[in-house]
């Protein structure tokens, strides 16, 4: 028996990894059509729904990486970050330019806590589903 | 009495560190004087012994952030990767480009389950051997 | 209660998230007028003086991602670096090019070892002042 769960298993990647009590898992919008603004409002929404998955909340972020097509968009990502993440649960935060695949202007690399650990939790693992590509 | 394990200890980096359960890792090809696909395979070959060293194997990763030098290899990177990845046990992926040192295509920075907790394995703190340069 | 632990909160980031004795965080120069080795001395100074909030030092890194603004500052940084990882303690390491906020040469994402877990640490969850803007 494994101690690793995974949701939204695909032949590429998971939609979410937990072990430990450590989830770890990568957005990007679900529509790459829309602009920065609506690339990063997607992004948190998803990751909302993912913390959601496995009971956790934007409470329960411990570190989100932030890759931007472009670092100009990094007023829009800012404004919309700053409503989004709970006051006095702000993760560990890092944003650098990267070049993103063709459409996509924003990537975000989380790890979140599990509030019950991994092992106990009773999300079985082939729960959810994937939706990016 | 350290918790940490570290593997292949240089003045620079360690191949492997294990904490709590957890193995981080980085990978580049030992000869990036191959192309693209070439350096690709050899570090997913590479990730695959980093594993054995502490008694894990491909089904033990949890998350992978992939550095493309060049995006455009994406399609020979996924080629190789769907190949290699056992079905139903994807790790969390990212995949954006960053330019890599000279030579390098592709850099791989990677999170893994070790089987038995970080204090209670046996591999001695002093195994394996760095190649990286 | 929580178990999460978080260290210099602002409405963006924290300075530090401590989890399952695993901490999380990222530095960025306090002065970005500096060149890019009086920002390497920065960052690594900022380092240990984060570490010690938690009553760790530079032998409890974990993992260090580094993304420069221009890999050719890559020889000054390893040059500071060598010098600053004890011997014996060196974490797992990444070091790719990425374009950083105007001024900024050097981010380091950093990964560390607790050494009394999360839960445990007697760190009241409000100290430590957030220097990054």
């Known amino acids: 028996m494994t101690e690793i769960q995974r949701i939204g ?3 590429r990647w998971s939609d979410v990894v937990i072990h430990h009590g450590t ?5 990007v919008a679900d529509d790459p059509q829309q602009d ?3 690339q990063v409002a ?3 929404a998803q990751i909302d ?3 959601a998955l496995f009971g956790s909340d934007r409470t329960d972020l411990l570190q989100v990486l932030i890759y931007l097509a472009d670092l100009s968009d990094g007023g829009e990502l800012n404004e919309l970050w700053d409503n989004w993440v709970p006051t006095g649960h702000a993760p560990s935060r890092a944003c650098v330019q990267a070049a993103l695949s063709p459409g996509y202007r ?3 690399v989380i790890t979140a806590a599990v509030r019950q650990s991994g092992q106990g939790t009773s999300v079985p693992p082939d729960i959810g589903q994937s939706d990016r590509q």
Request: glycine share 4%; net charge neutral.
């Open 49 to 51: 729904a993912r913390l």
């Open 23 to 27: 989830a770890y898992f990568v957005e």
């Open 42 to 44: 997607q992004v948190l």
């Open 9 to 11: 298993v695909t032949r």
């Open 36 to 38: 920065a603004t609506g």
């Open 106 to 108: 924003v990537e975000m």
